[in-house]
T-cell receptor, first 110, second 120 residues
Framework: QKEVEQNSGPLSVPEGAIASLNCTYSDRGSQSFFWYRQYSGKSPELIMSIYSNGDKEDGRFTAQLNKASQYVSLLIRDSQPSDSATYLCAVTRGYNKLIFGAGTRLAVHP | GAVVSQHPSRVICKSGTSVKIECRSLDFQATTMFWYRQFPKQSLMLMATSNEGSKATYEQGVEKDKFLINHASLTLSTLTVTSAHPEDSSFYIC????????????????FGSGTQLSVL
């Protein structure tokens, strides 16, 4: 079982719609959870971080965490073509290691 | 925000040669640096954790004699791919965490821009 699992996609949504990205993780001891966006050939950039159960909103982005289900998600409202990228879920392992999922490719079409 | 400079951005080398990749934190002291490798359409795979002044900790399956990591100062870590082979061709990315940025709070990592290594 992979430590962090994501559907590879592509997830295709029309412009203006809500994109929903999901991630599950295996280590119940993980304390911190992150969503990164990565464009092809570039380094990841942090979108959201979440540490406690529930929702966390930042602009068009909402991260949701359910530790009991070992599930974390990212919602992108009013999706724009510029949101088209690969979204990486990352989870801490131990004190300071960050483990990434394989990423979900999002395509927002006009 | 904090800046991590990674150099070179792209390197092409012949099989059997060694390649050094540098990762510098420009405006903060990086007590811990991480080296990742990413194959096309795959995730970032953690290779090793590097702490200033001590030996790097390698992930399972990563050959420490092949991927030499040196974290000699609080602002510089290097990864040397020794005797590179075509299968080592990949996107290598470093990331750094500064002093006082522990896992319990904001573990924001600052990423370098990556190095695309192509071994012929």
């Amino acid at each position: 079982q992979k430590e962090v699992e994501q559907n590879s996609g592509p997830l295709s949504v029309p412009e203006g719609a809500i994109a929903s990205l999901n991630c599950t993780y295996s280590d119940r001891g993980s304390q911190s959870f992150f969503w990164y966006r990565q464009y092809s050939g570039k380094s990841p950039e942090l979108i959201m971080s979440i540490y406690s159960n529930g929702d966390k909103e930042d602009g068009r982005f909402t991260a949701q965490l359910n530790k009991a289900s070992q599930y974390v998600s990212l919602l992108i409202r009013d999706s724009q073509p510029s949101d088209s990228a690969t979204y990486l879920c990352a989870v801490t392992r131990g004190y300071n290691k960050l483990i990434f999922g394989a990423g979900t490719r999002l395509a927002v079409h006009p | 925000g904090a800046v991590v400079s990674q150099h070179p951005s792209r390197v092409i080398c012949k099989s059997g040669t060694s390649v050094k990749i540098e990762c510098r934190s420009l405006d903060f002291q990086a007590t811990t640096m991480f080296w990742y490798r990413q194959f096309p359409k795959q995730s970032l795979m953690l290779m090793a954790t590097s702490n200033e002044g001590s030996k790097a900790t390698y992930e399972q399956g990563v050959e420490k004699d092949k991927f030499l990591i040196n974290h000699a100062s609080l602002t510089l870590s290097t990864l040397t791919v020794t005797s590179a082979h075509p299968e080592d061709s990949s996107f290598y990315i470093c990331s750094a965490r500064g002093q006082g940025q522990g896992a319990a709070t904001n573990e924001k990592l600052f990423f370098g821009s990556g190095t695309q290594l192509s071994v012929l």
